[in-house]
């Protein structure tokens, strides 16, 4: 099949559009040779006919549609411009893909947007990781740049070329920023810090907004980061290209000046900015002309603050600052300078005395106004020998003032590049290899293009030249290693525009002889261009415009550009006069003094030249055009000696909207820099290669003979010429087939025919079949249906049949029971009949016996009563006899008794000891006599005064009766009116009864209301406290949050401050190597250094020194008072040297209040500085502390009011009433139950001290504590214990030691030190064990098993100390505390177990690094499951990549378990608690996992349904050890859910509504990004599956804007994300030496049990 033949129907084309450059249509009909025109359909339905003359007119073709959206533009099956813009839309708009392979280059397009596609876990992803296995990204080329650097030892470039405003400076600054990481160990080291710091330094003085771009880079530049032989960043040096020094005199419509301009004046209200007599921008003629003054979103004041702390950074002093932003000032001063002309015609000028703004300039440069003013208007010239003086027009003096201000600005921009160079000079030792890093202007075109724009095109030109050279070799070299008979590839090379610009006569050539000329000019210039390149000798790329005189044409690589000349020679020149020069060189102050007096000695590539009254030398009058072709040629031989890698920026339109694609903007720019350049050079060749085994798996179908993977090329080499009947069209390699351009489009329609072919057999075959079945099925329902109806036949005669029978049976049995009813009735009253007679007979006898039984009761009873009478007088008569004797007994006996109580003896006897109770009753008896007595005489008195009344009242009883009877009757008047009375009475009782009841009625109603509001008012209340308890709930679950946080942050500081701590030791062994290669002899060097020593002394060590981090403030000064201390040496003589100018650090130390310490100030410079970092970090780890300790406290304090204020918004004034006084009484009880406790630990107390107090006064002598089973060590001994038991102690005899020994061996001697009274040898002892124990850890720093022993030992030591502390044992009876307070070294035991448990997880994670993406993501654990499913287009391999491991050799999930398998090993011997394995291993799952999804979500070959298949049932692995260990607590499990649910994802339906609906509710670990990021790189590797739509994908998006994932909006998880870990509390079991088994191997027998 020829490729004429993809012509046909249905196929895809793309034609020429006006406004979309390129559109696509379908060809309606298939193309025959010889027609003139095809059919198509555009993408808006309407048809068209294109017309075509020959074959070469035919439109390019479309590519297949699996290969839309490619990473890589190189892999496309057909390589022209249309099928790259098309690539790059698709990718930019559908898939926000900004970045794109394109062979060797990275195309990258300006979103306009802020994209989360640059954080730290970004870094980690690509850390590592092949060019081709990864999304295409900026990072992506500086791995590999870093990789092949460090591989081959070779030095590497990477050029970022592109228009203003397509992103060249924002590659750059992340591409720094990836080298900073990753050159950097994870963290910014000084000089990684100064490399980032001097991008916002340049930015400010280089950088100014355009009309294309509001942070346009006005100059180029070149940054080669050095590397040390371990790869890490150690030094730096930078040079600059052709700074645009007219912009600061004169800016277009829309634009601005540089930006430190405008920083200065939004600044100027600063104290320290005052006296720069600063305006605002629009007062000054150097920030005004363009009419901008702002950049919408920038602030220029924060943007200052940012400059300052860079050059802070950089060692650039305050001082030195503040010269710097006067020589700004000066600057916008001059450009306020009133120039005014006089004379008859205006040949003179003038400034007048007064001028404040040359009194202000003058001021600020320290130099004198009246002569800068006279040398602005005048000029000195040489005659005949005499020096003249001679003024010059209004004109000339503006054009003089404004060539001193470029030139002063020039001077400075030069001096800052100078300085950052020699603040990045490596210190470090010798650099090894270095990657450069070249950001330069990109091609440009104007309205108007003048000198700056036509250095910046030839800078191009001989940049793409070097592209074209470097792209051929590339692909020669591919042909070379592949031995293939190749001819030689043609590209267009733009030698010639280049030597029209350098060569011999070129354009340069003749512009600087035209600058040497007295009176030469731009027309002259012009002219002699014209003659030259257009008379004499006509060059191809040199034309003239037709309405112009003073331009001329070049047609350079990218477009035709026309330049005007007027300007050329000025710019060239770039004059100053050399007596403005000199009244420079003469200020007062130093920098400006500085930077003009080292223009004499400036090299041959400074900008400018200096022009005098007198003949100037050869080498001041080199010009600003041969400097800069110096410096380009010096550029290009840097390049040239160094491995290139391209990154060209695009931008997608000039109106700077986020994600707005211009297609005719963004194929100019394809066109300039060199894109379709490449496509065409790889199109000219072989552009696709596959593999044979990766062309064996797509096409073996149309391949022939044996069908074996080890037989592929033997089959390709068979096959192929069969296929392509054209031998050119493809080539065998050695490993690898190549095919020219559309060939692999030519066996997609091979392979989809035979595919096709295939179908129709197999749907023949199917349907017949299915036609078999179809009759087989027909005949089985005819013969169930015949069945069916015989068998209804005879069910239908079965049931006649039975019909009848049951007829007879009815017939017969109704006949029988109307006969059995019929005798059954007579039967029944015949038995009646009986029954009544039997009944009769039967009452008649029961009568008699009843009258019968009646009389034998009644004698019965009678005869009983007679018997009972006779019982009880017989009864009556014993009872009296038996009473009668023992009453004479009685008698007997009481006789004896009377007898025996009048003995004396038996009377005392009885009574001893009775004496006191006789008295006390005889008192007793008396008392109440005498109270009977009163009583007797009271009751005499009252029985008289009754009898008294008594009788007064029986006299007035009599009286009254006599009264009476003399009294006549009462009238009947009276009667009746008390009759009355009564009736009244009566009726208001009965009223007063009935209101009673109304009230009792309403009392009852009252009642219920009362039970009511009782029963609301207590649902109410109820409803109030789980109110309460849920606000509680939230609250503890905040602060608990909160708590993690602050736990996870001093873990983090405390790690930071262990990585300080060793970089310290780092910096002081260089030190030490470097004073000893210089021959010093330093005596006291080790004592002086040694923060740590091995063998401690009770005051060398002090123990705040040990915890170096702690939550409380106070303790950040203890290891400042240490390293003073162990610095001070006797040969302080020897380091009496102090710097004579403060450092930026002394500047820092001094901001944050940390005294510079005079002893500490020696000759070695890295060890000074790495001493004051180290104060430095501890002072503002202090400070972060404090500040997150008060943060803590206001937001507790927040809490409790928005509690409060909960409370009382919920409920009403009744119930916040009874609230509150239900809380008091809470608060009153808990107040009263801590008073008791109080009171009960006081009691206790003060039954201790009794209990003191009562042993101190026995004579024996007093003891500290006794306590047995315990090791004293002498104090001789104390180094030899910690030696033999910590520090020396062999591997294999510390792994064969029982858990815990060595913690045990140390408390049991402590706590004898202790008991014993000696306090001070019991510190130093744990002191010295703390110090060795973080001595071992830093010596088997790379050891799991060593790392997990002195873990346990830790732990352990720390557990017993508490438990035995005071604090613990309070109230506690059993436990015998310590006398000396052991807190401090408490805490710092506590920080190093968090050390030690943060290097366990640390040396695991590194080993588990490079393995964990091959082995959960690349490795095939189901063999053939994806072996078939190689998709197209992708074994194009990137060059200089690494070869990737195949087979025994590549790591798989065997690999990652035995690394977790030999962690939990060491935890699992050393008896660690399992809340401990659980943290550390849920810490290792989630660096797998995240780990994982981030490489699965920045690979596209990863997102297909097989590798999902592969990563499940490799994570299945994981989870399945995790399970089988017991580890699927503690949060293990899931962690793993995020790359879980992603890979469901990737197995998941994805074309309807209810998929995406299923997708969202069952993926709710992922985040949106993530999410739509996956669908988004989900690429079929076969042709029975699908790539997902775009309309799903929307579907899904919109699904998700619904949810809240309650997590910040980021792409990749956090792989440096670090979970705090809590040690709880276990009391340990009560330890005795007995119980210890020390082996012999350890050497401590010196040890005494006490």
Not at 1078 to 1095: I, V
Not at 1105 to 1128: C, D, G, I, K, W
Not at 1226 to 1240: H, I, S, T
């Amino acid at each position: 099949m020829t490729s004429l033949e993809l012509y046909s129907k249905g196929a895809c084309v793309w034609i020429p559009d006006p406004d979309a450059v390129w559109v696509s249509a379908l060809l309606l009909q298939d193309y025959s040779p010889g027609e003139k025109h095809l059919l198509l359909q555009l993408s808006n339905g309407k048809e068209t006919h294109y017309p075509v003359l020959s074959h070469s007119d035919l439109p390019p073709l479309g590519n297949p549609g699996i290969l839309e959206g490619e990473n890589d533009l190189t892999a496309l099956s057909f390589l022209h411009e249309p099928a790259v813009l098309h690539n790059l839309r698709v990718r930019f708009l559908d898939y926000s893909s900004i970045y794109t392979y394109c062979g060797i280059m990275l195309v990258a397009i300006n979103p306009y947007d802020q994209l989360p596609i640059y954080g730290e876990e970004v870094i980690d992803a690509y850390s590592g990781q092949d060019m081709a296995d990864m999304e295409p990204h900026i990072f992506s080329v500086a791995e590999e740049a870093y990789r092949t650097m460090t591989r081959e030892e070779k030095n590497q470039s990477i050029i970022i070329s592109g228009e203003s405003g397509s992103g060249k400076t924002v590659s750059a600054k992340f591409t720094m920023r990836y080298f900073a990481v990753v050159g950097g160990a994870a963290q910014q080291t000084s000089v990684e810090e100064k490399v980032l710091a001097s991008n916002p330094i340049l930015e400010s003085i280089g950088n100014a907004k355009t009309t294309r771009n509001d942070n346009s880079s006005r100059f180029g530049k070149y940054i080669e980061i050095g590397f040390g032989r371990k790869g890490d960043i150690i030094g730096a040096n930078m040079r600059t290209y052709l700074l645009e020094k007219s912009r600061v005199v004169f800016q277009a419509s829309a634009e601005r000046n540089y930006h430190i301009f405008y920083q200065l004046c939004a600044s100027r209200e600063l104290p320290e900015m005052r006296g720069l007599k600063l305006d605002a921008p629009e007062h000054f003629r150097y920030t005004s002309q363009g009419g901008e003054m702002q950049i919408p979103g920038t602030d220029d004041l924060s943007d200052l603050e940012r400059t300052r702390n860079a050059f802070t950074i950089l060692d650039v002093q305050p001082d030195q600052q503040m010269e710097l932003f006067r020589i700004l000032s000066a600057v916008l001063h001059l450009g306020n300078v009133n120039i005014q002309a006089s004379g008859r015609s205006s040949d003179r000028s003038y400034i007048d005395a007064d001028d404040h703004s040359l009194a202000v300039f003058s001021k600020l440069l320290g130099v004198e106004g009246p002569q800068m003013a006279h040398w602005l208007c005048h000029r000195k010239l040489a005659v005949g020998g005499e020096m003249l003086v001679k003024p010059v027009s209004g004109q000339q003096a503006i054009e003089a003032r404004d060539a001193l201000a470029k030139h002063v600005y020039g001077q400075m921009f030069a001096w800052v590049v100078q300085r950052l160079n020699s603040a990045l000079r490596t210190q470090r030792g010798q650099t090894k290899s270095f990657i450069g890093v070249l950001d330069i202007y990109g091609f440009e075109t104007f309205d108007r293009n003048s000198f700056e724009q036509f250095c910046i095109n030839y800078a191009n030109e001989k940049l793409q030249q070097q592209f074209n050279r470097h792209v051929f070799h590339l692909e020669q070299e591919e042909y070379i290693r592949e031995e293939l008979t190749w001819s030689r590839i043609e590209f267009s090379d733009n030698q010639q525009c280049i030597n029209l610009i350098e060569g011999q006569l070129g354009l340069f050539d003749l512009l600087d002889e035209e600058c040497r000329m007295p009176k030469g000019s731009d027309e002259s210039w012009v002219q002699k261009l014209y003659d030259q390149h257009l008379t004499n000798k006509p060059h191809p790329h040199f034309q003239k415009p037709r309405m112009s005189n003073s331009a001329f044409v070049v047609l350079h690589f990218a477009d035709t550009v026309q330049y005007e000349c007027n300007g050329f020679l000025g710019k060239n020149r770039d004059t100053v006069f050399e007596e403005l020069i000199n009244i420079l060189k003469a200020s007062q102050s130093e920098l400006v003094a500085e930077l003009f007096q080292q223009q004499g000695n400036l090299s041959s590539v400074a900008n400018g030249s200096v022009r005098s009254g007198k003949r100037a030398t050869k080498e001041h009058k080199l010009t600003v055009g041969f400097q800069f072709r110096q410096s380009l040629q010096m550029l290009m031989d840097t390049l040239n000696s160094t491995t290139p890698h391209y990154v060209r920026c695009i931008k997608p339109n000039d109106l700077k909207e986020p994600f707005m694609f211009d297609p005719r903007r963004t194929v100019q720019q394809l066109r300039a820099c060199g894109v379709l350049e490449t496509i065409r050079i790889s199109a000219a060749g072989f552009p696709s290669r596959w593999t044979y085994e990766e062309f064996f798996s797509r096409y073996h179908l149309l391949l022939r003979g044996s069908q074996g993977q080890d037989q592929a090329q033997a089959s390709c080499r068979q096959a192929l010429p069969q296929l392509i009947p054209d031998p050119d069209q493809y080539c065998f390699g050695k490993t690898k087939v190549f095919f020219r351009a559309g060939q692999v489009a030519v066996l997609e329609r091979l392979r989809a025919e035979r595919l096709r072919v295939a179908a129709v057999n197999i749907q023949s075959r199917v349907r017949g079949w299915l036609a078999r079945i179809r009759y087989t099925r027909i005949c089985r329902a005819t013969v169930t249906i015949q069945r069916y109806c015989r068998g209804a036949l005879a069910r239908r005669l079965a049931l006649t049949l039975r019909y009848t029978k049951a007829a007879l049976i009815i017939q017969k049995t109704y006949r029988m029971v109307m006969v059995r009813q019929l005798f059954l009735m007579i039967r029944q009253a015949t038995i009646t009949i009986q029954a009544f007679t039997r009944g009769t007979m039967a009452r008649r006898r029961y009568r008699l016996l009843v009258v019968e039984r009646a009389a034998v009761l009644l004698q019965a009873r009678v005869r009983g009563w007679l018997a009972r009478q006779a019982y009880r007088r017989v009864h009556s008569a014993v009872v009296f006899m038996q009473c009668c004797v023992r009453r004479r007994a009685a008698r007997r006996q009481l006789m004896k008794l009377k007898t025996e109580a009048r003995s004396v003896e038996k009377y005392r006897a009885l009574n001893k000891g009775m004496e006191v109770k006789l008295m006390q009753l005889q008192l007793r008896a008396d008392q109440e006599a005498r109270e009977s007595a009163a009583l007797r005489e009271t009751l005499h008195a009252e029985r008289e005064a009754t009898s008294a009344e008594l009788v007064a009242l029986r006299a007035t009883v009599q009286k009254l009766e006599k009264q009476k009877q003399e009294k006549p009757q009462p009238c009947e008047k009276k009667v009746e009116e008390r009759r009355r009375a009564e009736e009244k009475a009566s009726q208001e009782i009965l009223q007063l009864t009935q209101e009673l009841q109304a009230l009792q009625k309403e009392k009852d109603l009252f009642c219920k209301e009362k039970e009511d509001l009782s029963a609301c008012l207590f649902e109410q209340e109820k409803a109030q406290e789980e109110c309460v308890r849920e606000a509680v709930s939230q609250a503890g679950a905040s602060l608990r949050a909160a708590l993690d946080e602050e736990r996870r942050k001093y873990q983090g500081l405390l790690r930071e401050f262990t990585r300080l701590e060793q970089r310290y030791d780092n910096l002081r062994e260089m030190s030490l190597l470097t004073e000893s290669s210089k021959g010093h002899r330093r005596t006291d060097s080790t004592q002086s250094l040694s923060l740590e020593p091995l063998s401690p002394s009770p005051t060398a060590l002090s123990p705040q020194s040990l915890n170096p981090l702690t939550p409380f403030p106070s303790a950040f000064s203890y290891p400042e008072e240490v390293r003073r201390v162990s610095v001070t040496s006797p040969s302080m003589e020897r380091r009496a040297s102090v710097w004579s100018l403060e450092t930026p650090l002394d500047m820092l130390m001094e901001r944050m209040d940390v005294a510079k310490d005079p002893a500490v100030k020696m000759k070695g410079e890295d060890l000074a500085h790495a001493y004051d970092a180290v104060r430095v970090a501890n002072k503002f780890l202090e400070s972060q502390l404090r500040s997150q300790r008060s943060q803590k406290e206001e937001e507790l304090e927040a809490l409790r009011c928005q509690l409060s204020h909960a409370i009382s918004g919920s409920s009403s004034d009744v119930q916040r009433q009874e609230l509150q006084e239900l809380l008091e009484a809470r608060e009153q009880e808990c107040v009263r139950l801590r008073r008791e406790l109080k009171e009960l630990k006081n009691t206790v107390s003060l039954r201790r001290l009794l209990t003191l107090a009562f042993t101190q006064e026995t004579p024996s002598q007093p003891k500290p504590a006794t306590v047995t089973g315990l090791l004293e060590c002498r104090k001789r001994d104390e180094t030899k214990l910690i030696k033999n038991l910590i520090t020396d102690i062999r591997v294999d005899s510390a792994l064969s030691l029982p858990p815990g020994l060595p913690a045990s061996v140390l408390f049991l001697c402590v706590r004898q030190a202790d008991c014993s009274g000696d306090q001070t040898h019991a510190r130093s002892l744990c002191s010295a064990a703390v110090t060795a124990i973080k001595a071992a850890l830093k010596k088997h720093s790379n050891d799991v098993d060593m790392t997990a022993l002195w873990l346990k030992n830790a732990l352990l030591l720390h557990d017993l100390l508490t438990q035995h502390s005071p604090k613990q044992t309070l109230d506690s009876d059993d436990l015998v505390p310590l006398t000396a307070d052991l807190s401090d070294l408490i805490r710092t035991l506590s920080d190093l177990c968090i050390q030690a448990y943060q290097q366990l997880l640390s040396i695991t994670e590194k080993r588990l690094q490079n393995i964990i993406v091959p082995a959960l993501l690349e490795s095939e654990t189901i063999p053939g499951l994806s072996g078939s499913a190689v998709k197209l287009g992708t074994s194009r391999k990137r060059a200089g990549s690494d070869p990737r491991t195949v087979g025994g050799d590549a790591p798989t999930m065997a690999a990652v378990l035995r690394e977790l398998g030999a962690l939990h090993t060491a935890l699992s011997h050393q008896a660690l608690p399992p809340s401990q394995m659980e943290q550390a291993f849920h810490q290792l799952t989630y660096l797998i996992s995240a780990s994982a999804l981030n490489s699965l979500l920045l690979r596209k070959d990863m997102c297909c349904w097989s590798r999902g298949m592969q990563i499940r049932y490799n994570v299945s692995l994981l989870e399945e050890w995790l399970r089988s260990r017991g580890l699927q607590s503690g949060g293990t499990v899931v962690t793993l859910e995020p790359l879980i649910q992603a890979v469901q994802l990737l197995q998941a339906g994805k074309k309807t509504e209810s998929d995406a609906q299923a997708l969202v509710q069952t993926c709710t670990a992922l985040s949106s990004q993530q999410i739509v990021k996956i669908l988004t790189l989900y690429s079929p590797h076969s042709d029975l599956d699908e790539r997902v739509t775009l309309n799903f994908i929307r579907t899904v998006q919109g699904l998700l804007k619904g949810r809240s994932d309650g997590q910040p909006p980021q792409l990749l998880m956090d792989v440096r994300r670090v979970f705090p870990v809590t040690f709880p509390y276990l009391p340990p079991p009560a330890l005795h030496a007995e119980q210890l088994v020390i082996p012999d191997c350890l050497k401590i027998s010196f040890l005494r049990r006490a």
